[in-house]
């Protein structure tokens, strides 16, 4: 069923819903000359709120506060390869509501991916981005600060919360050579961090990860050969203990695989759940079409 | 010579021949009774019995029994008539030779024609189990594809189901909103004629853009949105967070990598340690050890550390003589001739290392710098500042963090500026 088809002057890379409400349904794009837009669908001709927000292509956007999930501030983030995250209130024109930006003189990497989490009330929010040198960074916007980097040694390709809307609890980061990492958000050790298990699936990279919006704990991976992966993580016994210094350190858990199964030879580079029917999710491909996929038997895992 | 065995009884009835013959204390096996139509012979060595038949009789269906001391012959006869005699009379050798031969010939046959028989037998029994296994296996596939199959109907239909849902309840929700539109349209008339009555005159009039402002689709949430936005909180307060990045070191990211570079220098360094120079006769009284080039460099190093400079520019010319492919050497040996205040040849080695050193990559740029640097000084203390600038500065890009090089640049600076303001 086609609807519509709207074109515009520069190639889009990336959009979400995340950050409008339910009843205007305005579509947040980011493209490849670095503009962020939003758009209301049912009058596309002239965004709704615009800013030329990148110097390079904006790579990676999340939204949060919207589509009834949390609380809060609507908020966009954008992701750039100008080595840039900033995050955009759309009330606010032409400024950022925050910066996260390299050091003066240091040269910048790519950042490939953002995500939102934590948004558990009014003022908590962080935004974790992933670059292309493998550092993960965890950024706090309640205290405007750095909380937390790792590197996981290849470039991150997506990080995702599994629940935007709650106290932060997982944290799934893709990378290059098809490895991917799971890390436990609720114990943050001063110095080691969060704990973390790490799998390697596919050969090639991992594109996507997305988490299932009836539960949190499955999440489907999409590579670069065209197959979909669908992984179960299991809790350990005890989420965190204490280590030799008395500090609390958090223990990660097991990840399963579920099913796989090949799609497409070309990779599939993006992928979404539907969040009123279980199972249903859509995906699209380098080979320029767009799957409508079911997983059943989602129950009984 | 056989022992023939000459003790047999025998009696007949119209269809059949009952021959008993006695073998006490012998062992018989069906090996040894060989029967044809018309010849009968039983051999236990070295015990023989052998009858050529009063007339053919049928050896598919005959019996022996083999027990109690005796084998009991049944044959039936190939045609019903009574016999004069169990073997034929006046049988001569030569018609008894032919009679074995035949007998002989025709067993052949038999067990030939039987070995073939049951191939084909079992070649069909062979097939048949095949099929039957692909029978069975295609059953089971089909079971499998039938699950499939009713699992895929069932999702199916849920989905059609569920779309058909979503439809009805988003239809109802619109006639449910126009409803309440209504209602809200006819509350703020109510709630404007109340108003007209007392002083709030501007919150009239935004009421009544709000009212101009409904129009088709999104009109009803208006009033909704006004409300939730009293109750978000205000956009934050812009700030900026200042990061840094890991840096990586070989291997860096494909595109900026210098990767043909770096193996052309890796090349050239493995190559430099290979070579060894032609001239070994006046060498042939050293030791096996100050002929290795490594060595003499260490021994070089050492002595410049305690001071002994002459003796490590020996030590450095020797290990040139060895090998001349090694930039080290000649970066040491220049910092010697520093020492020594032998300035031109201080420049001409750090020059001869810099020649060595290229490609430029990240792996040689302390030796770069140093070389750089060398030369520089050198080239001060001989008072031709420009020449010494240009080496700083060169030292300066490849590190620009280096304070100690900054400053020294900046002496420099400061001199030739001091210099040309005399003349």
Known sequence: LFLKKIEKAKPLKCGTFGATSLQQRYFATGDFGGNLNIWNLEAPEIPVYSVKGHKEIINSIDGVGGLGIGEGAPEIVTGSRDGTVKVWDPRQKDTPVANMEPVQGESKRDCWTVAFGNAYNQEERVVCAGYDNGDIKLFDLKTMSLRWETNIKNGVCSVEFDRKDVNMNKLVATSLEGKFHVFDMRTQHPTKGFASVSEKAQKSTIWQVRHLPQNRDIFMTSGGA?????????????????????AEMGVAGSVSLLQNVTLSTQPISSLDWSPDKKGLCVCG????????????????? | MPVWLREHSWRQTASAVYLSLPV???????????????????????FLFEAVLYAPIDDTNSTAKIGNGTIFFTLYKKEAAMWDSLTLANANKEKLQCVRENAVLKAHEKAKEEAEAKKVTKQEHKKYALEATMKLEEAERKRIEDLK????????????????????AAKQKRVQKEGELHQEVEQLKERKKEKMNKTRVPNEGTSKTRLKATKGHGSYSMFSENLKEEQLPAPRSAATIKINFTSRVFPTALRESRVAEEEEWLRKQAEARRTVSADLSELEDLKEEEKNPEWLKDKGNKMFATGNYLAAVNAYNLAVQLNNKLPLLYLNRAACHLKLRNLHKAIEDSSKALELLTPPVPDNKNARIKAYVRRGTAFCQLELYTEGLQDYEAALKIDPKNKTIEKDAEKIRHLIQGTTEDS
């Open chain 2, 149 to 168: 199959e009713k699992e895929r109907q069932k999702v199916t239909k849920e989905l059609e189901l569920w779309k058909k849902q979503q439809e009805d």
């Open chain 2, 24 to 46: 006490r204390g012998l062992r018989v096996t069906p090996g040894s009774i060989f029967c044809t139509d018309r010849y009968l012979k039983v051999s236990i060595p070295p």
């Open chain 1, 285 to 301: 491909a380098f080979d320029q079409t767009v799957r409508v996929l079911i997983v059943t038997k989602l129950n009984k895992v």
């Open chain 1, 226 to 246: 065209g197959s979909l992966h669908l992984w179960k993580y299991e809790y350990p016994a005890q989420r965190s203990k204490k280590d030799s210094e008395g």
